[in-house]
Each structure stands twice: as C-alpha cells, then as structure tokens.
C-alpha cells in the first residue's frame, strides 16, 4: 500500500501567519496533490504537480503557494493566512498519468487560523 | 465544466437496511468514475470504480453500476453495517490533457443499532 505521510497534524495559527504543510510520499509515484475538504464542498482542489520542480494550478488556489522539491516532497505554503482557510488539508499522490488511476491520501492536517 | 453531484448530504439508517448513494456527473469526455469512503479520523480512500458503461462493479459489500445514459454512478448496499459508517465521496475523472479527480460533496452515511 502506497504511504503518503502529512505534518503536522494539527497545526493552529494567527490571521496573517505564516504556514508551512508538508507531504512526502515513497512510492515514487510522479503526481502529488494538495486538497482542503470543507462540510459541503467535499475536496477541492489547490495545486497539483507532476514532478520535481512542476506547479500545476487547481480549482482553488487563491492565497496559497505549493513547491515540489523532489519526487517526494510536496509543500504547501500559506504566506497570509485567514480564517477562510480553516480547514483539513490532504495530501495525495498517484502514479503516472492513467485515466483510472486511483489516489492514495495522507491523514490530513488540520489547520484553524484564529 | 466537468461536475459531480452528490444530492445527499446525510442519509441515517438502521442496521441491516439497503442503501443507496447517488450520483450523477457531467463530463465532455469519456467518464471514469470512483467512489472513496472516509472513516472518521482517517485518509478517504478508494472503495470502487469504473470506465464500462452498464457493468456492475463490486467490493467490500457495496456495489455501482455506471451508466451513461444517464449519466450516474449510484453506489448500492443491500444490507448496511454498524462499520459502514463513514464519508462517502463520488470522483469523476477529469481526462482533459491534465490528469484531475473531480470530487462531489459528499453524503455522510450514518448506521444506527
């Protein structure tokens, strides 16, 4: 089973801090994806990436930055947080570009912004 | 664009009844479709899937047909469990050049004694 690992857990931070969410997966798969879930709107997507160096814009990406660093690392960086970003944040990863290719997820991080 | 509606937000059932999840979806393209199930306090992750138009698609208990006529993926259960309470998620694969899972809102199962 392929492992996708979230930290940190819990994380809780001012209006305006600054915020850092990281993902590694060691599977070697090439996609990895960055989505919130919020009641209601099910999980949405922030940035996704296919590899090293790759930034690929998602559904809702407005006040959030994502860097990829190796295969394995996925970050996702928020310079000015706000309570609307709230939320549960989840990590995923996948394997080459496959139509039906599944997603494996992380455990997610909470992240509530005072 | 491409879209997924899931119509129920929270279905309550006892013990040993059907169940029944709906979905329908949008898409231009060729459709492939997932459901995913999240436990409390864990990663969703996949329960089943399918790209065949009119096939039953089976794991763990549950099971869905999709069918492009009418454009669903409803996921079935002929007798629920304490233990399937969970998140259940209908995705849509979004095969437009850039590889996407479209998620919908999701439908809260919550099994009763």
């Known amino acids: 089973e392929a492992a996708v690992t979230q930290s940190p857990r819990n994380k809780v931070t001012v209006t305006g801090g600054n915020v850092t969410l990281s993902c590694r997966q060691t599977?070697?798969?090439?996609?990895m994806y960055w989505y919130r879930q919020d009641t209601g709107h099910g999980l949405r997507l922030i940035h996704y990436?296919?590899?090293?160096?790759?930034?690929q814009i998602g559904d809702v990406p407005d006040g959030y930055k994502a860097t990829r660093t190796t295969q394995e690392d996925f970050f996702l960086l928020l310079e000015l947080a706000s309570p609307s970003q709230t939320s549960l944040y989840f990590c995923?990863?996948?394997?080459?570009?496959?139509?039906?290719?599944?997603?494996?997820f992380g455990h997610g991080t909470k992240l509530s912004v005072l | 664009g491409d879209s997924v509606t899931q119509t129920e937000g929270l279905v309550t059932l006892t013990k040993g009844l059907p169940v029944m999840l709906n979905c329908t979806y949008q898409?231009?393209?060729?459709?492939?479709l997932f459901w995913y199930v999240q436990h409390l306090n864990e990663a969703p992750k996949l329960l089943l899937k399918?790209?065949?138009?009119?096939k039953r698609t089976e794991h763990q208990g549950f099971y869905a047909t999709l069918h492009k006529s009418s454009s669903s993926f409803h996921l079935q259960k002929s007798s629920v469990q304490l233990s399937d309470s969970a998140l259940y998620f209908c995705?849509?694969?979004?095969?437009?050049?850039?590889?996407?899972?479209?998620f919908g809102s999701g439908t809260q199962l919550t099994v009763m004694p």
């Open positions: 995923a990863s996948s394997d080459i570009i496959i139509s039906n290719e599944r997603l494996f």
């Open positions: 599977n070697s798969h090439n996609y």
């Open positions: 898409t231009t393209y060729s459709p492939f």
């Open positions: 995705a849509l694969n979004q095969s437009s050049g850039s590889w996407q899972l479209i």
């Open positions: 990436s296919y590899g090293a160096g790759n930034l």
């Open positions: 399918s790209s065949t138009d009119n």
